[in-house]
């Protein structure tokens, strides 16, 4: 009898050794993954790299002097799958001009992946460097969340309930083990992802835009300190054409939008620069990329926009201080 308890856990534990390894070699999961990446003040960070990477920073027109404009983002705002020329740091240094009539300098430190603790992390450490008169910030649905690491990874779980360890934890056993599970096996990351609680409830919601707002409120003030004026630029979905409206989008946007209204901060919204498209048209997929179509007609509105505060009477350069 004991033989065969001893066989049966035999057999058992090569099943979930043979799990185990399949789980490994399986594809990604639906949750954003990175295994390379850096901790920076608690915050964790990571370069795009590529041959187009530079193009798109367009941070060679900054070599023998300040920035006049900073672009922090995303995806959205990196312009992925887009031609560099094509993206925003190029063509708006193309179609904005300083005092002298010569072409401005706008660097695009957007990172696919990035959310906002990240994007104020890289405006703090180029600071000096660039010294840029203007910070246009983009806001999107993923703006609110963090990157967790567990283990040699980082994950970003979006509207997912998480644990006070940041780890989705369906089954409710101790923070401690499910991140050690979680950091150490990939057959518990499937099982987690499978039974994780997939939004967040309304209240919830509301306190990671607050916080969020109290992020943005604080750079805000930092910027001030410099001499620089922020402007807010606001993602929207793809999926489905403009008459179906961004209701969910909006409300919680409108938290932003009405600091940045007793704030006088300027703010562009994607969704009524393209509204006069079809969605078809200035997308490259339903999510929230936009096309060359699409770029440029954002690119053109923030030009109208900022072109004002690089040469207005109250135009003047950020201050070093660290």
């Known amino acids: 009898m004991l033989k065969k308890i001893s066989l049966s856990l035999l057999a058992l534990c090569l099943c979930i050794v043979g799990l185990e390894m399949h789980q490994r070699d399986a594809p990604p999961s639906r949750w954003q993954r990175l295994t390379e990446f850096q901790v920076v003040d608690d915050i964790l960070v990571w370069e795009t790299t590529g041959p187009e990477s530079?193009?798109?920073a367009n941070l060679a027109c900054a070599e023998d002097e300040s920035a006049d404009v900073m672009i922090?983002?995303?995806?959205?705002l990196y312009g992925v799958r887009l031609d560099p020329k094509d993206t925003l740091g190029l063509s708006l240094s193309h179609s904005l001009k300083k005092t002298d009539g010569s072409n401005a300098c706008v660097v695009n430190l957007s990172i696919p992946g990035f959310t906002l603790d990240q994007e104020i992390l890289?405006?703090?450490t180029d600071w000096n460097a660039l010294k840029p008169k203007i910070v246009v910030l983009e806001i999107w649905q993923?703006?609110?969340?963090?990157m967790i690491a567990a283990g040699d990874r980082a994950y970003n779980f979006g509207h997912l309930v998480v644990d006070d360890n940041g780890i989705p934890n369906p089954f409710n056993i101790p923070?401690?083990?499910n991140l050690s599970l979680f950091s150490n096996s990939a057959l518990w990351i499937r099982l987690v992802e499978g039974s994780a609680k997939s939004k967040l409830g309304r209240e919830e919601t509301k306190q990671q835009w607050n916080v969020t707002l109290d992020?943005?409120?604080?750079?805000?003030?930092?910027l001030n300190d410099r001499n620089a004026q922020l402007v807010l630029v606001f993602a929207t979905a793809l999926k489905h054409p403009w008459s179906e409206g961004r209701s969910i989008e909006r409300t919680w946007y409108s938290i932003v939008?009405?600091?940045?209204?007793?704030?006088?901060?300027?703010t562009l919204w994607f969704d009524e620069i393209l509204s006069s498209q079809n969605v078809e048209d200035v997308r490259l997929d339903e999510c929230c990329h936009l096309n060359e179509k699409g770029m440029a007609l954002v690119s053109d509105s923030l030009t109208q926009?900022?072109?004002?505060?690089?040469?207005?009477?109250s135009s003047s350069t950020g201050d070093s201080t660290p």
């Open 54 to 56: 530079d193009d798109v």
């Open 72 to 76: 922090l983002g995303d995806s959205i």
């Open 122 to 124: 890289v405006a703090e």
């Open 142 to 146: 993923n703006t609110p969340h963090r």
């Open 175 to 177: 923070s401690s083990i």
């Open 215 to 222: 992020d943005i409120a604080a750079f805000h003030d930092w």
């Open 257 to 266: 939008q009405n600091f940045a209204d007793t704030q006088q901060i300027p």
């Open 305 to 313: 926009t900022l072109q004002p505060l690089l040469t207005g009477p």
